[in-house]
């Protein structure tokens, strides 16, 4: 006979997960610790979702696109193309590694461990990269858009990103600075260091 399954225990895991990945990270968050958390047994788990994987990722796809639309929004309600840039690139470097006690590294340590092959995370990667080249394509001056064109440069700042968001769970800050901003933006507007 077939489990029918329950909202209220897919949610139950879903919320025992985030808070474990928040507390703990990807990698010690277990399968056994989450079904603890909501109160289930891990075997029951498995009837809501394949893996673990599978539990991140439908928690970090709508966090992550989220965070790139707020993004999205405070870039747009800039003028100055050089304001657009630093708040881009210092959100995306800074703000979103910092944000939920560094969850963005929780895809990191997840990426480590994936089979490489794995579609649903190429699948988000394509369209958080293809969002930001949007954003891109807002941001930067008109002859200067001509270096987002192909996405190049925003799998770049994705990759910087990831990065970032080692660094941040590493350490407990990200290790970004204002001079790294002020070179990456100065590369980005054409402007001579």
Known sequence: MVQKKKPEVREAILAAAYDLFRERGYTLSTIGAIARAADISAANIYVYF??????????????LMERI???????RGLSDHDARVRT??????????AAEN???????????TAPHDDARIREL???????IAEILEETLPEERRHIAGDGALARLLAAATDGFSVNHADDGAARLTRATVDVVA????????
């Open 102 to 112: 560094g969850f963005a590294a929780n895809l990191v340590q997840a990426l480590a």
């Open 50 to 63: 394949d893996s673990k994987l599978d539990i991140l990722l439908e928690l970090y796809e709508p966090w």
């Open 125 to 131: 990667s394509h369209r958080a990269e293809a969002r």
């Open 69 to 75: 639309e707020a993004l999205h929004a405070r870039v």
């Open 186 to 193: 100065d590369l980005m507007l054409g402007r001579p260091g």
């Open 88 to 97: 881009l690139l210092t959100t995306l470097w800074h703000d979103l590694p």
